[in-house]
């Protein structure tokens, strides 16, 4: 059971707007603003997204955002299109031993 | 441009030992922590390991601690994973990963295109 809970699936109709979200501890979500988020297609490496809560790295549209509240991050993505169709994951720094943790993965499909 | 390359994959007898290489190149190797993430098929992801940019920091996976190691030799611009024993459950695509900056020890900007484990007798 991964440390950080994702919903197992979201949809949404094209130009539409979904949120995933993404909920932890206060010993990782809620204690740190290390938070990133992963958009996986099948068959190839994951892509960054989101880091440090709401960055996006250069290259990563402006449809992509992140927040955070409390022990929950989420992932917004607004004006959904046929290629945002993919698997999302976070990861969160931890004040455990292990020091990183994924959630457990999110599969978008646009309808 | 940066580009990471795994090897060492492949099919390999439970119990035995393996070790995964990823080389790096167009970045200063040596200035960035890095991490190994892996992937069962048709599950998600699940983080490995991480090694701070100089080599003395490590810290695991409770899965794989006190059965992997990480290790990096920068004058070769490569990161290690050794695997000992091999079990089951460790069959994956093994990634390594590059953070965003040099000041940045958790989030995995470039990625490689892994290697598989497959583990069978």
């Known amino acids: 059971q991964s440390a950080l809970t994702q919903p197992a699936s979201v949809s949404g109709s094209p130009g539409q707007s979904i949120t995933i979200s993404c909920t932890g501890t206060?010993?990782?979500?809620?204690?740190?603003?290390?938070v990133s988020w992963y958009q996986q297609h099948p068959g190839k490496a994951p892509k960054l997204m989101i880091f440090?809560?709401?960055n996006r790295p250069s290259g990563v549209s402006n449809r992509f955002s992140g927040s955070k509240s409390g022990n929950t991050a989420s992932l917004t993505i607004s004006g959904l299109q046929a290629e945002d169709e993919a698997d999302y994951y976070c990861?969160?720094?931890?004040?455990?031993?292990?020091?990183?943790?994924f959630g457990g993965g999110t599969k978008l499909t646009v309808l | 441009q940066v580009q990471l390359v795994e090897s060492g994959g492949g099919v390999v007898q439970p119990g035995r030992s393996l070790r995964l290489s990823c080389a790096a190149s167009?970045?200063?190797?040596?200035?960035?922590?890095m991490h190994w993430v892996r992937q069962a098929p048709g599950k998600g992801l699940e983080w490995v390991a991480v090694?701070?940019?100089?080599?003395?920091?490590?810290y695991y996976a409770d899965s794989v601690k006190g059965r992997f190691t990480i290790s990096r030799d920068n004058s070769r611009n490569t990161l290690y994973l050794q695997v000992n024993p091999l079990r089951a459950e460790d069959a994956a695509v093994y990634y390594c990963?590059?953070?965003?900056?040099?000041?940045?020890?958790?989030?995995?900007?470039?990625w490689g295109q892994g290697t598989l484990v497959t583990v069978s007798s």
């Open positions: 990963a590059r953070p965003h900056d040099n000041s940045d020890w958790y989030s995995m900007y470039h």
């Open positions: 167009g970045f200063t190797f040596s200035s960035y922590t």
């Open positions: 090694i701070s940019y100089d080599g003395n920091n490590k």
């Open positions: 206060s010993s990782d979500v809620g204690g740190h603003d290390f």
């Open positions: 440090n809560v709401s």
């Open positions: 990861c969160s720094y931890t004040t455990s031993s292990t020091l990183v943790v």
